[in-house]
Each structure stands twice: as C-alpha cells, then as structure tokens.
C-alpha cells in the first residue's frame, strides 16, 4: 500500500489595469491530490487520485511482464500528447484536456525498450458528465519512443483524439464531431529541459434541420 500527497498553492498580487479598478490580492489552491495505491499482488495495481477539483482518478491496471503490456480500466485522463498535469499549460487549456477532463474507459498499452503504445477507448462524456449522451465512443491513441545518447535525453510522439457528443432528435441534429491529432517532443540536457507540442483540431457539426 502506498499513499501520498501535493499541493500547490498560488498567490496573484496585480495592480489595477484601468483608474477606477480594485487591486487583486489573493492565495488560491490550484491542486492538492491525495493518492492511494493498493498492490495486493505482483502485475494488479488499484489506484485512486482524489483532487480539489473534483479530479478524481480511480483505476485498476493489470500488467503482463515480461511481455510489457498492460491493461488499464476505470477513470483516466486520455492519452493525449504531453499530459501534464497542470491545467494551465499551454497543452492542456487550450485543448479541452483540463485536470476535470477525465473520461471512463478501457486502455490498452505495450512498453517495449524504448517503444510506448497506448490506445483507449472512452465514454467521450469528460467534464462534469454523469452520463455519456450518445451511443459513439471517443477513440484516443498515443505513440511516444524514446532515446539517449550519453548527456542527451529525448522522446518524440504522436497522438490522436476522436469523439462524438450530442445527439439526434425529432427537433434537430445537435451532433457534433470533434478532431485533434498532433506531434510533440521532449530534450533534456543536464538540469534543463524542452518541451514542444503541436496540434491541429477539426470541429465538425452535423445538420440542425
């Protein structure tokens, strides 16, 4: 059993922008997570991440050595690009993979050398969502290889998202279609780092008449 614990905290001190406006002085939590992982036997894994933010992760991971592949089921964030977790960086905010962006499905994924292949398939719900409100599933795939060469350290990948929400009715088609695909890159140096990710999204929606 293991069990842990973060926090991060923030403290915003900003002057008035315009005469007339107030002075913004204020602490705010932006995380905190209490993590709990159960092991009861070698290749079963239960684990829970409970965030401030109603962020909860809740898995079970069964891994198969030495074949290298595992099997991932429960609430997860999609494997999607750099995944980080803070909601600020400028891969998450922007592509809708924010820390309440977690989603219920199953993943599959293969760790060999250098080599890491995930693939999943999701409600597509995500957010606050109880309920999906369609019969499609969201597709999230991701490839990443590694590499080293004495002081330097990198990786390069892909990754792809698809999902479908809304549904069809006798009033209107409030389908809509949701495209993201993209690349990204990591090089580390010593004590430095640099991170890269590009992405392209396609939003598509389907007839209101």
């Known amino acids: 059993l293991s069990v842990g614990a973060d926090v991060r905290v923030a403290y915003a001190n900003q002057f008035p922008a315009a005469p007339g406006q107030g002075r913004l002085d204020s602490l705010m939590l932006m995380e905190w997570n209490l993590y709990v992982a159960l092991r009861p036997f070698d290749g079963l894994t239960l684990y829970l991440d409970h965030g401030a933010w109603g962020n909860v992760k809740a898995f079970v991971l069964m891994e198969m050595d030495p074949v290298g592949a595992y099997v991932m089921a429960g609430r997860f964030l999609p494997p999607y690009g750099l995944r980080w977790e803070s909601h600020r960086s400028y891969v ?9 962006d977690l989603d219920e499905g199953v993943l599959l994924g293969l760790r060999r050398g250098p080599l890491h292949l995930a693939a999943a398939v999701l409600n597509g719900a995500g957010g ?29 990948g892909a990754s792809f998202y698809h999902n479908l929400s809304g549904t ?6 409030e389908r809509r279609g949701e495209y993201r695909q993209g690349a990204f ?25």
């Open 92 to 100: 998450r905010e922007g592509l809708g993979f924010g820390p309440r």
């Open 128 to 156: 606050d969502a109880f309920f999906d409100d369609n019969d499609r599933k969201a597709i999230s795939a991701r490839l990443e290889l590694s590499f080293r060469a004495n002081r330097l350290r990198g990786l390069v």
């Open 168 to 173: 069809q009715t006798a009033l209107g088609d």
């Open 185 to 209: 890159g990591a090089i580390s140096v010593g004590r430095f780092s640099y991170l890269a990710q590009a992405d392209f999204v396609r939003t598509y929606r389907f007839a209101t008449e």
